[in-house]
């Protein structure tokens, strides 16, 4: 669709064709149908699974099932990489992150890259952003470049605050994420009084923060986001009744990753099936609100007449987990952090469709495992079926050799450190002591240090 770099969206790019919508347009033939215009609502977080059954049972989400009436539903959409500048890399440049190479928050691409919407604008249409963007590098915080680099060293640091809900206002409470419905309205008011009156047609982005959680300042500054908060408003949208609770392994049949994600995540304490179920609710209703600011951009596009003649797109970049498998966030590619919304709707867009096929930026497993046969996860089938295991192995490093990948980016995590160590002098042990690890780091800090010493002197 763009040329001869590789869309990883390739189910999406074809329905887009389909469309008509094209990275090159053309001027319509006499008589013939005008150009549709494109709008893409991206948020953060949100987990795929809940715009069809079982799980859209758990909270109302209006906008996503108006979506899903007049239009087509990806049933399994997936992320290429399940974090925020990562997924986006991939999602804007059309690469993927073997490509890319953005492996972490920090490392995105460069900011002059041309992405999709430069060349569309390039070739006709009118392009206009508002919102979460977070696809270049040179973005979030010490903690986060430094978290990612030192994965390798042999130590476990918390460095999230323990996952916790918050609830704020009263039942008439509606705007709560007050930054995105800012953008959501300047969006609506761009579709209302600019839009409606452009003679060519126009690609519109919206980037959300929700349902992405809030910020724990008790934890520290240096602290993550690990507080789930909204309004009574929004929780009345859910059904508690219809809400899983999670099954967990124990700790210590984890697998080592997924012992490392809980413990970092601060996860692995003690949790009351009450705490769980509120944590999910109060997720789900972040994501009913998200849903209100789809809504609005739709809202907009029907009152100026827009809606018939512009595609619509709604995505995340990855999904949220919220506390299956003992963890909230995402960076795993478990279901709920890597499945990932897809709705279309628009001009030869069939309605009421849902498409099986899996349409993710680089996700081979969900086409060959029965999920169905094992919805939590629970179960590690490669050691049960080593022969096809070799086989997909063999598939995998004919697209990539990921040897060499994971050798690289634990080239590029020691260079980055080495080079952001020696960039602070004398204050290097204190600086270290105090990111979003400083509460667990402070109680053993020379025995990190040494383990950081360790890791360099390989």
């Known amino acids: 669709m763009w040329g001869s770099e590789p869309l990883g969206l390739a189910g999406l790019a074809l ?16 008589g013939g149908h005008p150009r549709s215009s494109v709008v893409l609502v991206v948020c953060d977080s949100l987990d795929g699974r ?18 899903k009436r007049y239009g087509t539903v990806f049933l399994n959409a997936y992320t290429n990489s399940p974090i925020c500048c990562p997924s986006r890399a991939a999602m804007w440049s059309g690469l993927f992150t073997h490509l890319t190479e953005s492996w972490n928050n920090f490392k995105g691409l460069d900011p002059d890259y041309v992405t999709w919407m430069d060349l569309m604008e390039n070739h ?7 919102g979460k963007l977070d696809y270049t590098s040179g973005h979030h915080s010490v903690s986060n470049r430094v978290e990612a680099w030192t994965r390798d060293v042999h130590f476990l640091l918390r460095q999230e605050g323990r996952p916790m809900v918050n609830l ?38 919206l980037g959300l923060n929700l349902p992405h959680p809030y910020p724990s300042p008790y934890a520290g500054e240096n602290f993550g986001s690990s507080t789930f908060l909204t309004s009574a408003y929004w929780l009345e949208q859910v059904t508690y009744e219809a809400i899983k609770i999670p099954k967990w392994s124990s700790l210590s049949e ?18 009351t099936q009450e705490e769980v179920r509120n944590i999910r609710a109060f997720y789900y209703a972040m994501c009913a609100e998200t849903d209100a600011m789809l809504g609005e951009i739709i809202s907009a596009l029907k009152d100026t007449g827009l809606l018939r ?27 709920g952090s890597s499945h990932v919304p897809l709705l279309v709707m628009g001009p030869g867009v069939k ?68 080079h952001w160590k020696q960039s602070l002098g004398q204050n290097y042990s204190s600086v270290i002591a105090n990111l979003r690890w400083h509460q667990d780091w402070l109680k053993e800090q020379k025995k990190f240090e040494n383990a950081i010493d360790k890791w360099l002197g390989k």
């Not at 984890?254 to 949790?271: A, I, L, R, W």
């Not at 070799?390 to 980055?416: A, F």
């Open 351 to 418: 309605q009421q469709q849902e498409i099986a096929n899996v349409v993710s930026l680089v996700d081979i497993y969900p086409t060959m495992l029965d999920l169905t046969a094992d919805p939590d996860e629970l179960t590690n089938v490669a050691i049960k079926f080593p022969v096809i295991v070799h086989s997909l192995d063999k598939i995998l490093r004919s697209v990539v050799n990921y040897p060499k990948v994971s050798s690289s980016v634990q080239e590029y995590n020691k260079r980055e450190f080495i």
């Open 124 to 130: 006709g249409y009118h392009a206009q952003k508002f």
């Open 168 to 205: 704020t206002g009263d039942r008439k409470q509606v705007r709560v994420m007050e930054a995105d419905w800012q953008n959501t309205d300047k969006a609506a008011n761009w579709i209302k009084e600019e839009a409606v009156n452009l003679t060519q047609p126009f690609v519109l982005y």
């Open 309 to 335: 003649k512009t595609v619509v797109i709604f995505t995340a970049d990855h999904g949220e987990l919220a506390m299956e498998h003992r963890q909230f966030y995402k960076m795993s590619m478990y279901e």
């Open 50 to 67: 809940l715009t069809f059954f079982p799980g859209n049972q758990t909270v109302d989400l209006p906008f996503i099932n108006f979506m």
């Open 15 to 30: 329905l887009l064709m389909a469309t008509g919508v094209e990275a090159r347009p053309r001027a319509a033939a006499s």
């Open 254 to 271: 984890m697998h080592p990753v997924d012992y490392y994600s809980s413990y970092t995540k601060n996860c692995t304490g003690e949790f």
